[in-house]
């Protein structure tokens, strides 16, 4: 067994303590990647707070990893010792299954296994990357293309690909509008995807804030929620919207600004129940949607897109020992835009 230093949580009121976890052995299939850098992801505070259910406490968040291989498996052909590279929102999947065999295994019908607070194939819980080391299958793992450093790559791998995925599912490009709602770790990666794509790209956020920042990472236009004529004038406007916030919003309000055939597309999950009146969808053939992640082999090419139009979220770095001030900072939506632990600190 491998020993890695982590910082884990013990409850959902409890606040983070330096810890020592087990890694497994490497198997033929694995690797051993040295982390450098993990993001703090929205998802962690609602796992590490309980909202989305029971917890197998202690828990150790963190899938946004950045780091370098130093060991691999006898049968590893993909990767070599000093590669670098990621590891994303889950560490294996069925790989069978329809969905899996398509190459969406965050879709897999028996369940992925999300990179923590889940269940390995060897039957022990998942450990995130608020750690000094992780073993991951090889398919499982990204590579980090040279022009982009590593503490940036981390939130490329969760708030990246939540946002590249639904874009490129539903073709955003030339000629179409788009709305990003919330300009936070996920907007603000949104705003310069959807930009680099073509779209004409509009942020709905609740006040003008950020409206500076927005313009700068590629938004065409920008307006607050929190005035109601904002409603009343991008009525029947957009043809996606993509909601990032992870909180509960009025629905009904969004749909309508959708055109005919729009779709309203939620990546943010918050913990409390949404609710529409489905009249707003019969009207005019608008859709609802939800998007998790993407499989492995569009979050490869989330990152080689990412390289190619120069797209990095904006960070804080900071050490282990600020992760309780960070999730305080980030319920207080106090972060431009995205935490990113140096695990050299732990």
């Keep these: 067994?491998?020993?890695?230093?982590?910082?884990?949580?013990?409850?959902?009121?409890?606040?983070?303590?330096?810890?020592?976890?087990k890694r497994r052995d490497l198997d033929s299939d694995d690797v051993l990647i040295e982390i450098k850098y993990a993001g703090i992801c929205h998802s962690d505070i609602h796992t590490a707070h309980g909202e989305w259910g029971?917890?197998?406490?202690?828990?150790?968040?963190?899938?946004?990893i950045a780091g370098i291989i130093t060991d691999v498996g006898a049968n590893v052909t993909k990767y070599n010792i000093g590669d670098r590279v990621g590891v994303g929102c889950m560490v294996d999947s069925c790989g069978q299954c329809e969905n899996c065999r398509k190459g969406e295994e965050q879709y897999c019908l028996k369940g992925n296994i999300p990179t923590y607070a889940g269940v390995d194939k060897y039957g022990e819980p998942t450990q995130g990357g608020y750690s000094t080391h992780i073993v991951v299958q090889e398919d499982f793992v990204l590579r980090i293309p040279d022009n982009i450093e590593l503490d940036v790559?981390?939130?490329?791998l969760c708030a990246g690909i939540t946002t590249y995925s639904p874009l490129n599912h539903w073709k955003v490009g030339n000629s179409k509008k788009v709305a990003i709602v919330g300009m936070g770790g996920l907007g603000h990666m949104a705003v310069q995807i959807a930009d680099a794509m073509g779209a004409e790209v509009t942020v709905l956020s609740q006040t003008l804030k950020?409206?500076?920042?927005?313009?700068?990472?590629?938004?065409?236009?920008?307006?607050?929620t929190n005035n109601p004529e904002t409603f009343e004038k991008l009525a029947g406007t957009f043809d996606l919207i993509l909601n990032t916030v992870s909180a509960k919003i009025d629905l009904n309000a969004y749909l309508g600004l959708l055109t005919l055939d729009g779709t309203l597309v939620n990546v943010g999950a918050p913990a409390e129940p949404l609710s529409l009146n489905v009249m707003n969808l019969i009207g005019h053939r608008r859709s609802f949607a939800g998007s998790l992640i993407g499989g492995i082999r569009?979050?490869?090419?989330?990152?080689?897109?990412?390289?190619?139009?120069?797209?990095?979220?904006k960070i804080e770095v900071i050490s282990?020992?600020?992760?309780?001030?960070?999730?305080?900072?980030?319920?207080?939506?106090?972060?431009?835009?995205?935490?990113?632990?140096?695990?050299?600190t732990m």
Excluded at 153 to 156: E, G, H, I, R, V
């Design 1 to 21: 067994m491998i020993n890695a230093k982590a910082r884990a949580v013990d409850g959902p009121d409890k606040p983070f303590r330096a810890a020592e976890i």
């Design 54 to 64: 029971p917890v197998n406490y202690p828990l150790v968040p963190g899938h946004e």
């Design 153 to 156: 790559a981390a939130p490329l």
């Design 210 to 224: 950020k409206k500076e920042d927005g313009i700068q990472l590629g938004a065409d236009n920008y307006y607050a």
């Design 298 to 313: 569009e979050t490869q090419e989330m990152l080689d897109f990412c390289a190619k139009n120069d797209i990095a979220p």
């Design 320 to 344: 282990a020992d600020q992760i309780d001030e960070a999730y305080k900072r980030v319920l207080a939506s106090d972060v431009k835009y995205r935490f990113v632990i140096d695990t050299s």
